[in-house]
């Protein structure tokens, strides 16, 4: 089921938008420019809904937007993308990149949006699935792609469950950068306490 309404290609020189979503045809055409002619986005050929953005980003343009996935580079929403997305009615920030929200727009965002899943919960599927092909290798079994996602799925169902339940047990409902902050840290602790390097 495709339940999204807009997609986005990023350029360093400026952003392709399209307002209804790209066709076939035109990813194809992105595709081709991209990575045969190794062109740039401001030679795509605009009009049918696409259009290109000279020298912005695409958290600066103004497009509205329910769920943004930065999944770039580091800090590429500042706090000025983050007021325009949250202008534009965002209620979903989820980071697809190591650490793409600089630390003034991450504390801005997390008091508009509904729901801000730090880099390191929602970005953990990568690190997730390079651990179960090592798993797979080392004992020498073979997945189909059906049973990693399904192992994948349990992973992140589980990263975002412990995020939530320890932000709730500190008193910080739907802070799930400090749920997932807290839990790594707890866990780092208990393990020291176990080994018997900590007492207290």
Request: net charge positive.
């Amino acid at each position: 089921k495709q339940w999204y309404q807009r997609r986005v290609a990023i350029t360093a020189g400026g952003t392709l938008t399209s307002q209804s979503g790209f066709t076939r045809a035109q990813l194809d055409q992105v595709f081709q420019l991209k990575n045969v002619k190794r062109g740039r986005l401001s030679e795509m050929p605009t009009g049918a809904g696409l259009s290109y953005h000279a020298g912005k980003s695409v958290w600066q343009i103004g497009m509205p937007c329910d769920v943004a996935l930065p999944c770039a580079t580091q800090n590429e929403i500042t706090l000025e993308g983050a007021k325009v997305l949250a202008a534009n009615g965002c209620w979903c920030v989820a980071e697809g990149a190591n650490m793409p929200t600089t630390n003034e727009a991450v504390d801005f965002l997390k008091t508009k949006v509904d729901i801000y899943i730090p880099a390191k919960a929602a970005n953990a599927g990568g690190v997730a699935t390079s651990a179960l092909e090592m798993a797979q290798n080392s004992a020498r079994l073979f997945w189909t792609s059906e049973e990693v996602d399904e192992k994948l799925k349990g992973i992140m169902n589980n990263i975002f469950a412990t995020a939530y339940k320890t932000a709730q047990e500190f008193d910080r409902p739907w802070d799930l950068q400090f749920g997932a902050n807290a839990a790594g840290f707890l866990k780092v602790y208990k393990a020291y306490k176990a080994m018997g390097y900590l007492k207290f």
